[in-house]
């Protein structure tokens, strides 16, 4: 089946550090999502991008639909500790209601 | 608003017990999912239903079955619990022609 490969798998940082982190998969998707789980909650739906080429920030958080449309970035800029949590990217190669497909998931961890 | 609300939030089962894990979304959405979540290995997707009436297996079906019971609730069931079964378990919904999923808090279960 279809897999989304996550990059990196943790990330140690300090506060302020700059974050970014990528997801790649072997098929085309038609939309790209990224969501962020804090300890014993479900995920959070930060950003969702539907054109190749789409740039699309939500505060500190900006968010790339590749090109090729077999990849997307997330950065964070200018970290804080409220950050810390587990970041994944999820895609949708079919159509709309149907499931999607979720990376394994970036640790993020910041020290003040 | 609730959003999605799971029930309940942790359980422990003994090997070959049964039970129900329940979902309810207030937001009107056609689609739900079911989703198992372990450690390193991302959200897979158990079961999930497209629109009222309809259901649909995923990745990882055995061991399960799901009824969606009106378009509000999609209940999922174990019908013998194993501890290969021990994973936190994810409702999510979706309106329809909308790729953007929203989750529960999950449910935290433990067979033994």
């Known amino acids: 089946g279809q897999q989304l490969n996550q990059s990196p798998q943790s990330m140690f940082i300090q506060e302020g550090e700059d974050v970014s982190m990528n997801c790649t998969s072997s098929?085309?998707?038609?939309?790209w999502l990224w969501y962020k789980q804090d300890p014993g909650e479900g995920p959070v739906l930060l950003i969702a991008?539907?054109?190749?080429?789409e740039l699309t920030s939500n505060g500190r958080l900006t968010a790339q639909f590749g090109i090729t449309r077999k990849d997307s970035f997330l950065n964070i800029s200018a970290s804080i500790p409220s950050d810390v949590g587990i970041y994944f990217c999820?895609?949708?190669?079919?159509?709309?209601?149907?499931?999607?497909?979720f990376g394994k998931g970036t640790t993020l961890s910041v020290s003040s | 608003n609730a959003g999605v609300t799971q029930t309940p939030k942790f359980q422990v089962l003994k090997t070959g017990q049964s039970m129900t894990l329940q979902c309810a979304q207030d937001?009107?959405?056609?689609?739900m999912y079911w989703y198992r979540q372990d450690p390193g290995m991302g959200l897979r997707l158990i079961y999930y239903?497209?629109?009222?009436?309809?259901?649909d297996k995923g990745e990882v079906p055995n061991g399960y079955n799901v009824s969606r019971l009106n378009k509000r609730e999609f209940s999922l069931r174990l019908e013998s619990a194993a501890p290969s079964q021990t994973s936190v378990y994810f409702c999510?919904?979706?309106?329809?022609?909308?790729?953007?999923?929203?989750f529960g808090p999950g449910t935290r279960l433990t067979v033994t």
């Open positions: 999510a919904s979706s309106a329809a022609y909308s790729y953007e999923q929203y």
């Open positions: 239903s497209a629109s009222e009436g309809t259901t």
């Open positions: 937001m009107n959405h056609n689609s």
């Open positions: 098929s085309i998707f038609n939309t």
């Open positions: 999820a895609g949708q190669p079919n159509q709309a209601g149907t499931a999607l497909i």
């Open positions: 991008l539907y054109k190749a080429g």
